[in-house]
């Protein structure tokens, strides 16, 4: 089992930023990927971005240029500055981890409980 936490949370203006942080731990070898994804209510829930174990990053289209991922291998943790947060960036923000342990093929995918973001204009 991996464990995430989630923290940062919160609300702020349009305009303004947050950090959101992940910190994973339990079987937390072999762990190919961690990042983020967002649901709004009525939506399905949606890459924001994610970094890979060789530092490869994705983000979404409408992130791009205000988000940024990171990530400490380390610690076992990621984040995601956000700035210049509009309030269509309104929504729960879920921590995601992707695990390989048996090699390609067989994917081991957790979620953290979800931190909401909110922004109001």
């Known amino acids: 089992q991996v464990q995430l936490v989630e923290s940062g949370g919160g609300l702020v203006q349009a305009g303004g930023s947050l950090r959101l942080s992940c910190a994973a731990s339990g079987s937390i070898l072999n762990i190919n990927s961690m990042g983020w994804h967002r649901r709004t209510p009525g939506k399905e829930r949606e890459l924001v971005a994610a970094i890979t174990n060789d530092g490869s990053t994705k983000y979404a289209d409408s992130v791009k240029g205000r988000f940024t991922i990171s990530r400490d291998n380390a610690k076992n943790t990621v984040s995601l500055q956000m700035n210049t947060l509009t309030p269509e960036d309104t929504a729960v923000y879920y921590c995601?981890?992707?695990?390989?342990?048996?090699?390609?093929?067989?994917?081991?995918?957790?979620w953290g409980q979800g931190t909401q973001v909110t922004v109001s204009s």
């Open positions: 995601n981890v992707k695990r390989f342990p048996h090699g390609p093929g067989i994917l081991y995918d957790y």
